[in-house]
């Protein structure tokens, strides 16, 4: 009988995802599925969305594996980066609105009105903090100190979460 290969460690995974081996996309999608999803649920109320996101993102894991680069960043961070740009590409190909999908959502409730829309522009969209000025007719130190507002209640609200 032949033994199956199983990953239990997470540069195992990363191995075995660069290999192609469909095992290790497995083990990566039952042991990190919730927090990915969770942050994409976090943006989307649509049901539909948040599924075809989350589809994309762990496609974009599949394909760009042998891409990732551990001197340069943590894998959960490399993944996250993954869901990033899936849910920027999913406001780009729909009429989805980022400030409309989000007042609904958990980051209303931890950024204020002020910031929200800086953080937005910038996480999701990567503006730079120029276009951000431009666009909101603000000066470059208020961008600044709104996305470090932004930053530090973030920060915050995971410390709190993460005391509960």
């Known amino acids: 009988m032949e033994k199956i290969k199983t990953y239990s460690t997470q540069d195992e995974m990363i191995v075995g995802l660069i290999l192609k081996d469909k095992l290790a996309l497995k083990s990566v999608y039952n042991q990190y599925k919730g927090c990915l999803y969770g942050i994409i649920s976090a943006v ?18 599949w394909v760009d594996a042998d891409k990732f680069n551990p001197d340069k960043e943590k894998f959960f961070t490399w993944m996250l980066n993954k ?7 999913e406001f780009n190909r729909s009429s989805h609105v980022p400030e409309l999908i989000y007042r609904d959502a958990d980051l209303c409730k931890i950024l204020n009105e002020h910031d929200y829309p800086v953080f937005i522009k910038v996480f999701f969209f990567n503006s730079s903090i120029e ?3 431009a666009e909101y007719f603000m000066s470059i130190e208020a961008v600044r100190k709104s996305l470090f507002h932004s930053i530090e209640s973030i920060k915050v609200h995971l410390a709190q979460s993460s005391e509960q």
């Open 44 to 61: 989307f109320e649509d049901h539909e969305a948040r599924i075809a996101v989350f589809q994309q993102a762990i496609l974009k894991i």
């Open 83 to 89: 869901v990033r740009q899936s849910i920027r590409e």
């Open 131 to 133: 276009e951000i000025s």
